[in-house]
C-alpha cells in the first residue's frame, strides 16, 4: 500500500538556521505530493505540492522538490522564523491522502 | 480560516457512549473527509462523502459511521467508545472528487476524550 516516511522530531532550531525535513514516499505509479503545516490548535494548511516529477513547490520560503528516483520530497527552507514552528506533514495523494507522522519544529529567538 | 467548520471544538464522553461530530464545508465544496490524527496512528483517512454519497473508505472502524446531508453538512457518528478512541478528529471539503487537483481544506478539528 502507499505509505510516506518523514524524520522523527522533534526538531529545534536557532532562528535564521536552514530547515530540512526528510520524507520518502512508497507508492504505485506517480502519485501527487504534499506538505501541510498544522500551527497549534488549528487544522491544517497545505504549504506545498508538486504533482509530477521533477516540479518544485514553493511558499513562504518554503520549497521542495518532487525526486522520483529516490521517492523523495524534502522540505527545505534557507532561514527559518519562530513564526514556522508547528508540526509538518508530508503526504501523498493517490485518490486518498496518506500522511506521515509530522515533525515538530521549534524555532528559538 | 479555512471556511470549513466543525462542532463541538471539544468533546469529553465515557466509555461505551455515541457521540456525534459535526462538519459544514466551504461554500460550494461537495466533498468531505473525515480524518483522525492520533499519537499512535497519526494521521488516517476514515471516510469521504460526494454530494451526499459515500465515495471512499479507508481506515474506519465498524463503530463508525458518517453520511452527507443535503445541505452538504457531514455527520460523523462513533459508537461503543473505547479508551483507543480518544483522538482529534479533522473534516475537511474540496469542490470536487478526491483523485482531481482539488486541494482539500481543512476544519480546526475535534478533540474527543474518552474517559
Known amino acids: 500500500g502507499n505509505s510516506v516516511t518523514q524524520m522523527e522530531g522533534p526538531v529545534t532550531l536557532s532562528e535564521e538556521a536552514f530547515l530540512t525535513i526528510n520524507c520518502t514516499y512508497t507508492?504505485?505509479?506517480?502519485?501527487?505530493l504534499f506538505w501541510y503545516v498544522q500551527y497549534p490548535g488549528e487544522g491544517l494548511q497545505l504549504l506545498l505540492k508538486?504533482?509530477?516529477?521533477?516540479d518544485k513547490g514553493s511558499n513562504k520560503g518554503f520549497e521542495a522538490t518532487y525526486r522520483k528516483e529516490t521517492t523523495s520530497f524534502h522540505l527545505e527552507k534557507g532561514s527559518v522564523q519562530v513564526s514556522d514552528s508547528a508540526v509538518y506533514f508530508c503526504?501523498?495523494?493517490?485518490?486518498?491522502?496518506?500522511f506521515g507522522k509530522g515533525t515538530k519544529l521549534s524555532v528559538i529567538p | 480560516d479555512s471556511g470549513v467548520t466543525q462542532t463541538p471544538k471539544h468533546l469529553i464522553t465515557a466509555t461505551g457512549q455515541r457521540v456525534t461530530l459535526r462538519c459544514s464545508p466551504r461554500?460550494?465544496?461537495?466533498?468531505v473527509y473525515w480524518y483522525q490524527q492520533s499519537l499512535d496512528q497519526g494521521l488516517q483517512f476514515l471516510i469521504q462523502?460526494?454530494?451526499?454519497?459515500?465515495?471512499a473508505k479507508g481506515n474506519i472502524l465498524e463503530r463508525f459511521s458518517a453520511q452527507q446531508f443535503p445541505d452538504l453538512h457531514s455527520e460523523l457518528n462513533l459508537s461503543s467508545l473505547e479508551l483507543g478512541d480518544s483522538a482529534l478528529y479533522f473534516c475537511?471539503?474540496?469542490?470536487?472528487?478526491?483523485?482531481?487537483?482539488?486541494?482539500?481544506?481543512f476544519g480546526p478539528g475535534t478533540r474527543l476524550t474518552v474517559l
Open positions: 461554500s460550494g465544496d461537495l466533498s
Open positions: 503526504a501523498l495523494r493517490k485518490d486518498q491522502l496518506t
Open positions: 508538486a504533482t509530477k516529477a521533477d
Open positions: 462523502y460526494y454530494n451526499g454519497e459515500e465515495r
Open positions: 475537511a471539503s474540496s469542490s470536487g472528487l478526491a483523485g482531481g487537483e482539488n486541494e482539500q481544506f
Open positions: 507508492a504505485t505509479g506517480y502519485p501527487s
